[in-house]
């Protein structure tokens, strides 16, 4: 079965620096989705990245960017120039066919 | 494009009653996914619609069902309610557009069991 791995339970940032969130899963299969989601104290799971495995290309979305390393089976995830508002539970997550698995979450805090 | 939306947002039941929860997906989304959340096991999942059909489900017991109908609009069944069922009710809409494969959720149900 599908495993994916968050092994940083908390992290925190000063606000304005960079982050860096890890995220390893296990898998055989060679075409399936990586996905990181932000859930703030609202709850609501927000989608923050998503990368295909089939493109080698790290997907970049504004302050938000991944290091996919496919062949290690790692997915991190940098978040640049960090705001108050990123303060959440991150999640990384695992989509292949009908098989959609999530790791155990990141407490991310925001220094001011 | 409208969001996901869930219904109730919060509710309160008494140990062995039953509930059930809506969802209406992304305008578009055929395919319906139920999770839930607690603090102890974190994310699971439960089960996935996809026109009206169970395409996939998760290890809970068969107390939980759930359906999906014609519109796309989804309901999750609790029977019998246990304290251990107090939890947060995630519901996702997807599809995949081209290579593309795109999951959002709503904002959930915060379900109480007393």
């Known amino acids: 079965a599908q495993t994916v791995t968050q092994s940083q339970p908390e992290m925190s940032v000063q606000e304005a620096e960079t982050v860096t969130l890890s995220c390893t899963y296990d898998?055989?299969?060679?075409?399936?989705?990586l996905f990181w989601y932000k859930q703030p104290p609202s709850r609501q799971m927000i989608l923050v990245i998503r990368?295909?495995?089939?493109?080698?290309q790290n997907a970049t979305e504004n302050r938000f960017s991944v290091n996919f390393q496919k062949a290690a089976k790692s997915f991190s995830l940098k978040i640049s120039d960090s705001q108050l508002g990123d303060a959440a539970m991150y999640f990384c997550?695992?989509?292949?066919?009908?098989?959609?698995?999530f790791g155990p979450g990141t407490r991310l805090s925001v220094l001011p | 494009k409208a969001g996901v939306t869930q219904t109730p947002r919060y509710l309160i039941k008494t140990r062995g009653q039953q509930v059930t929860l809506s969802c209406s997906p992304i305008s578009g989304h055929r395919s319906v996914s139920w999770y839930q959340q607690t603090p102890g096991q974190g994310l699971q999942f439960l089960f996935e619609y996809f026109s009206e059909t169970q395409r996939n489900k998760g290890n809970f017991p068969g107390r939980f069902s759930g359906r999906q109908f014609s519109n796309s609009r989804s309901e999750m069944n609790v029977s019998t309610l246990e304290l251990g069922d107090s939890a947060l009710y995630l519901c996702?809409?997807?599809?995949?557009?081209?290579?593309?494969?795109?999951?959002?959720f709503g904002p959930g149900t915060r379900l109480t069991v007393t």
């Open positions: 990368q295909e495995a089939y493109k080698q």
């Open positions: 997550a695992y989509h292949y066919g009908q098989n959609f698995v």
């Open positions: 996702a809409s997807s599809s995949w557009t081209g290579h593309s494969y795109e999951q959002y």
């Open positions: 898998t055989s299969e060679s075409d399936y989705y």
